[in-house]
C-alpha cells in the first residue's frame, strides 16, 4: 500500500512539472518604475550620429529620479545646482508608451525609445537647441538605468 501511494506521488509530482512546462511566457521589458539618469549624449541634427558633448550627472543630480507609474502617470524629481546648492524640482505629467512604435511621449513631447530592457532605457529626443550653431537644432540620447 506504501509503495502504491508512493508511485501515485511520484507520478503526480512528475505530472505537476511536466505542465508548467507549457508556461514559458515572455515577459515583455516595460517603462513602469522607477528610472535614475546614467548619462546623455548630445547629438548632432545633421547626421544624427556625431557626439558633441557627453554629460555625466554630478552627486547631486544623481539625487534625481524618473517614475513612470501603471496608471499612466509621470513623475520627474530633478536635482540641479543652483549656485552650489543642491536644488530639487518635481514635474508631474502624463505618460504613453507605444511599445510597437517605440515611442514615448511625456506630456507633448514625444522621443524614440533605442533600447528597452529591465535594467536600461536609451531614449532619442529633440533637443530644441543648436549645441554646435550649425543653424540645426541638436537632439539628445538620455541613458537611464534602474
Not at 48 to 62: A, G, R, V
Request: glycine letters at 4%.
Amino acid at each position: 500500500m506504501e509503495k502504491m501511494l508512493l508511485g501515485l506521488f511520484l507520478m503526480a509530482t512528475i505530472a505537476s512539472c511536466n505542465s508548467d512546462r507549457g508556461n514559458d511566457a515572455v515577459i515583455e521589458p516595460t517603462v513602469i518604475g522607477v528610472w535614475k539618469l546614467e548619462k546623455d549624449l548630445v547629438v548632432s541634427g545633421a547626421d544624427h550620429s556625431t557626439i558633441l558633448h557627453e554629460y555625466i550627472p554630478d552627486d547631486c543630480k544623481n539625487k534625481s529620479t524618473f517614475e513612470f507609474a501603471a496608471d499612466g502617470k509621470y513623475v520627474a524629481n530633478t536635482y540641479n545646482t543652483i549656485n552650489s546648492n543642491c536644488v530639487n524640482s518635481v514635474m508631474n505629467s502624463q505618460y504613453q508608451y507605444k511599445k510597437n512604435e517605440k515611442k514615448l511621449i511625456i506630456g507633448a513631447s514625444t522621443a524614440d525609445v533605442l533600447e528597452l530592457s529591465d535594467h536600461k532605457l536609451v531614449v532619442y529626443a529633440a533637443d530644441n537647441y543648436d549645441s554646435n550653431n550649425d543653424g540645426i537644432n541638436d537632439f539628445v540620447k538620455y541613458f537611464f538605468i534602474r
